[in-house]
């Protein structure tokens, strides 16, 4: 019997561009289980707390999400499983700027 794999989360906004990448990036990534989501409510998956229980690590890519996360979650459950990627806000879906940048950034992280 394996262990059972780390469950991922990616979040950005809208949940449209970068989230959404880094979930098709490593979607099929047999170490991970991976989801994402977006803080706007606008977003194509809105972020709540059964996600945020399902994470063991959240990557968010702005400072503004791991705020609006503890906003609207508070601290507890979340202290220690968010990581602030810095990736802004320029790129479309899969664009390969955007692919290249979350790569280098989750490297240290997935490998």
């Known amino acids: 019997m394996s262990a059972r794999r780390p469950n991922i989360l990616f979040i950005c906004s809208r949940n449209e561009w970068r989230s959404r990448t880094a979930e098709t990036l490593w979607r ?8 994402s989501a977006g803080t706007s409510p606008r977003a194509r998956v809105r972020i709540n707390r059964n996600l945020t229980d399902w994470a063991d ?9 791991q705020q609006q996360l503890i906003e609207r979650f ?3 459950g979340l202290d220690g499983k968010i990581v602030v990627l810095d ?3 320029i790129y479309s879906y899969m664009d390969p700027e955007l692919v ?5 950034a989750l490297a240290p992280y997935l490998g």
């Open 74 to 76: 508070g601290r507890q």
């Open 100 to 104: 290249s940048e979350l790569r280098d």
């Open 87 to 89: 990736i802004a806000d």
């Open 57 to 65: 690590t959240i990557f968010v890519m702005e400072d503004r999400h």
């Open 28 to 35: 099929n990534d047999d170490r991970i289980s991976v989801r």
